[in-house]
Structures are given as C-alpha cells and as structure tokens.
C-alpha cells in the first residue's frame, strides 16, 4: 500500500476512538469481594477500607488540569464500576456506571494552613463509596493563604496501595 494514498486520523478522532475503545479490566479476588461486601460480622461495625494520599502544591491545579487524569483512570474497569455481589460469596462483578471525568472530581475551599489539614483529615475519615458513582475520588482543597492540596482517594476495593502506585503510574506517565 502506498503511504500517501493512507488518510492520517486526526487527534479528534484519535481521541474519539479511544472513547470507544474496551475498558482495561482485571479479575477480581476474593479479598477484593470481602472489602467491598464486609469480612467481617456486621456488628464488628468497620468502616469502608479507603485508600488516601494527599499531594501538596503551592497552587491548587485547576480542575481543567485534573480532567484528563480522572479519564485515563476511568479506562480501568475497577475505575469506572461499582463492586456488585453476594456477602460471603465469590459472585461478584463490577457493574459499569455511566459517568463523566468531571464527576470524579470535588472542590473544598478552605482560608488557612489549619483548616486545609482538618479538610484533609475529616475526608480521610469518611467513605468514597458515593451513590451511583465508582469507588474513587480526586478531592482538590483549594487553600486562600497558604498551600493546597489534592486527595486521591481509593476504596481499597480498586487496589491495594502497590496496585494503586501503579495505577498512578501509568496515568501519570
């Protein structure tokens, strides 16, 4: 075939097929269906096991800058789903949710130093799992006077920490 007579894709539609394209999966454990569905007897009263790394900027990045990283994460089938199963069985699956890169990303305000680190620890202590929407998070905390910060926040459903460094490895880079 002549290299000429082949019509080069644009980055529009470069981009428009990988929106098509099938979501990276990977299978999943035992131990994976037991923090989703709870190990453990209800009356243990665990939380939801969440997965927290806070990563500090002089400036808050824009969500525009978040965008394209909450997209390649949503390319991941743990990323884009909801852990769907039995308590104390192996049956489960992710269901995939219909949502948007916007959708995984929250804004926090805060006026100081003081109130960015009591963002920080209050969202840790509180769940990711959100109705209708995957197990994960980017929480930015927008700092007036100091230092902000954006929170990945995972349930540990999706990975465990290795996994996850990994995970953000490969969007990162």
């Not at 699956?93 to 926090?108: E, L």
Request: with cysteine; aromatic share 6%.
């Amino acid at each position: 075939m002549d290299p000429s007579t082949v019509e080069k894709k644009s980055d529009n539609e470069e981009a428009l097929m990988s929106d098509a394209a099938p979501k990276i999966g990977r299978k999943m454990s035992f131990t994976s269906a037991g923090m989703a569905f709870g190990a453990f007897p209800d009356k243990a009263n665990m939380c939801e096991p969440t997965i927290n790394a806070a990563l500090y900027f002089s400036r808050c990045p824009s969500v525009a800058n978040l965008l394209p990283l909450a997209a390649k994460l949503l390319e991941y089938e743990r990323c884009t789903g909801i852990p769907m199963g039995t308590k104390g069985k192996n049956d489960w699956k992710v269901q995939i949710v219909d949502c948007q890169p916007g959708d995984m990303i929250r804004t926090v305000s805060v006026k100081d130093d003081d109130e960015l680190h009591k963002a920080i620890e209050d969202g840790m202590s509180t769940t990711c799992r959100r109705e209708g929407l995957p197990w994960w998070e980017f929480v930015r905390v927008e700092n007036e006077s100091g230092d902000s910060a954006v929170v990945a926040r995972f349930d540990h459903t999706i990975g465990d920490g290795l996994s996850l460094v990994k995970l953000m490895e490969q969007v990162l880079t």
